[in-house]
């Protein structure tokens, strides 16, 4: 299973993304146009016990019946997407930046944490 997981804004302020495997966590965060730091690449092993927590935290049939497909970006706002591929089954989903899904929200809060950790 592969997890995806990002945001994209508008105006070239910045837009990031975390891909998630059993091995390993890799976060690349492109930062907005005007900083002098091009770019925050990052890369980290996932534990067993990470991963495990990582797949708890999804409910496949939830997920899979979440139908979000915003397009703020195209108006210069935000929006946050999700995809799951597993196999043969792939989903994604993407959402206005910072909304809180009932049915996802456990994954939310890992991405989040993940976010934090990635970018001190």
Not at 11 to 40: C, F, H, M, N, R
Not at 52 to 61: E, R, T, V, Y
Request: charged residues 20%.
């Amino acid at each position: 299973m592969v997890i995806k997981a990002g945001f994209m804004c508008g105006w070239g302020s910045g837009e990031d993304s975390l891909i998630i495997t059993s091995t390993t966590i890799k976060y690349v965060y492109s930062v907005p146009a005007k900083s002098q730091i091009p770019e925050i690449n990052k890369e980290r092993q996932t534990s067993t016990s990470e991963w495990n927590n990582i797949l708890n935290s999804i409910n496949l049939d939830n997920f899979l019946n979440l139908n979000y497909n915003t397009c703020n970006i195209c108006v210069d706002g935000c929006d946050e997407w999700i995809s799951v591929k597993n196999d043969s089954m792939s989903h994604q989903i993407r959402f206005g930046l910072g909304l809180k899904i009932d049915s996802i929200k456990p994954l939310q809060d890992i991405l989040s944490q993940l976010r934090s950790e990635f970018r001190k």
